[in-house]
């Protein structure tokens, strides 16, 4: 699945699509350089799963976690991650393979852990098209 945006907003509004239809156990990484739209996508899945805590990129830790919505959400961001030991510590297991949504920033730099099952969406500027223009695929794989 393709879908093109042109500001932020419809972004934001793609990922709440997704929110609304995300299933328990699913993990999704979300690829793209730095930014282009991971974490606006990230906010509006959160609100997709009905989450009203603010949403921000996990600076400190690698991995944030917000309850409030129909299922637990885990936000990675692993830009920052020096050893995949790191995971460990944080207990990625019982997110990867919980009854949750795992949502993972940057997952390329973690791809030995990674389930065999996981979507891709994958974000990409195309400055012929705008500085504001994005487009977004989504794979299962
Ligand atoms: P990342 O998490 O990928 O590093 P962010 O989501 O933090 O990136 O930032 C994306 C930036 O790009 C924001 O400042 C946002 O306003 C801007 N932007 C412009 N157009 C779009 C678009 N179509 N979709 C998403 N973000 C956009
Ligand atoms: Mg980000």
Not at 32 to 59: C, Q, R, W, Y
Not at 84 to 101: H, K, L, P, Q
Request: net charge negative; proline share 4%.
């Amino acid at each position: 699945m393709i879908k093109e945006t042109n500001a932020p907003e419809e972004t934001f509004a793609f990922g709440k699509m997704l929110g609304e239809q995300a299933k328990p156990g699913e993990v999704i990484c979300l690829n793209g350089d730095l930014g282009v739209g991971k974490t606006v996508f990230t906010k509006g899945f959160a609100e997709g799963l009905g989450i009203t805590e603010p949403v921000n990129s996990p600076t400190f830790t690698i991995v944030q976690q917000y309850d409030s919505g129909r299922m637990p959400l885990y936000h990675f961001d692993v830009y920052r991650i020096g050893d995949i030991s790191e995971m460990d510590e944080v207990g990625y297991e019982d997110c990867f393979y919980g009854e949750g949504v795992t949502l993972i920033e940057w997952s390329n730099m973690i791809g030995e852990i990674l389930p065999d099952h996981v979507k891709t969406v994958t974000i990409e500027k195309n400055l012929k098209k705008g500085f504001d223009y994005r487009k977004i695929t989504v794979e299962e794989k």
